[in-house]
């Protein structure tokens, strides 16, 4: 060992170091006050942030236009979309309006995942009755045509005459 002091190596390299060379890299001094910096618009999402325009959604309206239901492919609803003229509802009557449609608009989704997962299969060569029935039954995915049957009798129950 030496007789030096602990911290002799570390003067040797001490000027260079604070000339600009190792720690050069590391140099953050910041912007002058006087130059104007821009800084990016996170008001709006980027083209790395999830947007929505590509997630398919399902839309459930009732006959009178007033109360429409968007769920996501996978159940939850996105949005509801109100008319003004709903004020004359009770509240009790515009919440049982949404439940009922958002129920539609969930069943409609659902089957558009019958019919992805029954096509998928088929094209595996799997039988498409039976896989049909599995989905409706087992995994409670209804078929496209058992979905719009549903929404006939509901909005034929619920509107009357009104179903136009």
Not at 67 to 92: A, F, N
Request: charged content about 25%.
């Amino acid at each position: 060992m030496s007789g030096g002091a602990w911290d002799d190596d570390a003067e040797d390299g001490y000027e260079t170091v604070q000339q600009g060379g190792e720690l050069a890299a590391l140099d953050f001094s910041g912007t002058p006050a006087h130059e104007n910096v821009e800084l990016p618009d996170t008001s709006q999402p980027g083209p790395d942030e999830d947007d929505d325009s590509e997630v398919p959604v399902f839309t459930v309206t009732n006959p009178a236009g007033t109360v429409s239901v968007t769920v996501y492919l996978t159940g939850p609803v996105q949005r509801v979309d109100l008319d003004p003229s709903v004020v004359k509802m009770t509240e009790r009557e515009l919440a049982e309006e949404i439940r009922v449609l958002a129920e539609l608009a969930q069943m409609k989704a659902r089957s558009v995942m019958h019919a992805f997962l029954l096509e998928g299969l088929a094209r595996m060569g799997h039988d498409r009755s039976e896989w049909s029935s599995i989905l409706s039954t087992a995994i409670q995915l209804p078929s496209p045509e058992r979905a719009a049957e549903n929404m006939a009798e509901v909005f034929a129950a619920r509107y009357g005459e009104d179903t136009s």
